[in-house]
């Protein structure tokens, strides 16, 4: 006779931008047989909202606030998040740390030339600063207003790695990323990336760089806002 038991385990799953939309919440407590993957959560979360299957193999995971492959292991406790494209994950994970650097976010207005002179250093003459905000037309299309939602923990972490790449990368002194989460009326800002350097031409560089690999990376999600209807954008303009 056996006496064994199969061990069924928790883990709290949290939904974000169009997926939390699907789900029609922010988050579960989705019990599993362990030993247990990434990819077994994966079919039973898509059993219970076959709307993710819209996503197909674009979908995203993280197991506690890291990109995971469907092989991970998961366990008790563990908290697993969903999300549709960033749209990748990176795969650079760097030990440099600038100690004037600074990685944000917040709810409140910005105020983009405080972020520019936050960090003035001897040895750099300039700081290259990207004021990204809010626009009212997209693809002729009028925009009332925009609300981002963030992977908070998460988004701080992927900024971090991005500024330690990009000092890996470009002769820069220093970076700084604030980013601006909930509701924006057109016109405001919405990101912030400061770069100062001792030669401008690699600020310049870097921070076309950061911007690229932040949409493409940190989980931060943008939902346009219109007079007739609202969507989560997929993959960042």
Same mark, same amino acid.
């Given at each position: 006779?056996?006496?064994?038991?199969?061990?069924?385990?928790?883990?709290?799953?949290?939904?974000?931008?169009?997926?939390? $939309?699907?789900?029609?919440? *922010?988050?579960?407590?989705?019990?599993?047989?362990?030993?247990?993957?990434?990819?077994?959560?994966?079919?039973?979360?898509?059993?219970?909202?076959?709307?993710?299957?819209?996503?197909?193999?674009?979908?995203?995971?993280?197991?506690?606030?890291?990109?995971?492959?469907?092989?991970?292991?998961? $366990? *008790?406790? $563990? =908290?697993?998040?969903?999300?549709?494209?960033?749209?990748?994950?990176?795969?650079?994970?760097?030990?440099?740390?600038?100690?004037?650097?600074?990685?944000?976010?917040?709810?409140?207005?910005?105020?983009?030339?405080?972020? #520019?002179?936050?960090?003035?250093?001897?040895?750099?003459?300039?700081?290259?600063?990207?004021?990204?905000?809010?626009?009212?037309?997209?693809?002729?299309? =009028?925009?009332?207003?925009?609300?981002?939602?963030?992977?908070?923990?998460? %988004?701080?972490?992927?900024?971090?790695?991005?500024?330690? %790449?990009?000092?890996?990368?470009?002769?820069?002194?220093?970076?700084?990323?604030?980013?601006?989460?909930?509701?924006?009326?057109?016109? =405001?800002? *919405?990101?912030?990336?400061?770069?100062? #350097?001792?030669?401008?031409?690699?600020?310049?560089?870097?921070?076309?760089?950061?911007?690229?690999?932040?949409?493409?990376?940190?989980?931060?999600?943008?939902?346009?806002?219109?007079?007739?209807? =609202?969507?989560?954008?997929?993959?960042?303009?």
């Amino acid at each position: 006779m056996n006496n064994s038991e199969d061990k069924t385990i928790s883990v709290r799953v949290l939904f974000f931008g169009g997926a939390k $939309d699907i789900t029609g919440t *922010s988050s579960i407590e989705l019990s599993i047989s362990a030993p247990a993957s990434l990819a077994d959560a994966k079919t039973l979360l898509i059993e219970r909202f076959p709307g993710l299957e819209r996503f197909g193999r674009s979908l995203l995971f993280a197991v506690n606030q890291e990109y995971a492959d469907p092989d991970k292991t998961i $366990d *008790s406790h $563990d =908290e697993l998040a969903v999300f549709p494209p960033v749209s990748g994950g990176s795969e650079t994970v760097c030990d440099y740390r600038c100690p004037h650097d600074f990685f944000e976010l917040t709810t409140d207005v910005i105020a983009v030339g405080a972020v #520019a002179r936050r960090v003035v250093l001897p040895e750099c003459g300039a700081t290259v600063t990207l004021d990204g905000y809010a626009r009212k037309w997209t693809a002729g299309r =009028e925009t009332e207003y925009l609300v981002y939602e963030a992977y908070e923990p998460m %988004a701080l972490s992927e900024m971090e790695k991005l500024g330690a %790449a990009a000092h890996k990368q470009f002769e820069i002194a220093h970076v700084g990323i604030v980013h601006r989460t909930g509701r924006l009326e057109i016109g =405001e800002t *919405s990101v912030v990336i400061a770069v100062s #350097a001792p030669h401008r031409r690699a600020a310049f560089q870097a921070c076309e760089w950061l911007i690229k690999e932040l949409k493409r990376t940190v989980p931060i999600w943008k939902k346009e806002v219109f007079q007739d209807g =609202e969507v989560w954008v997929e993959g960042k303009d």
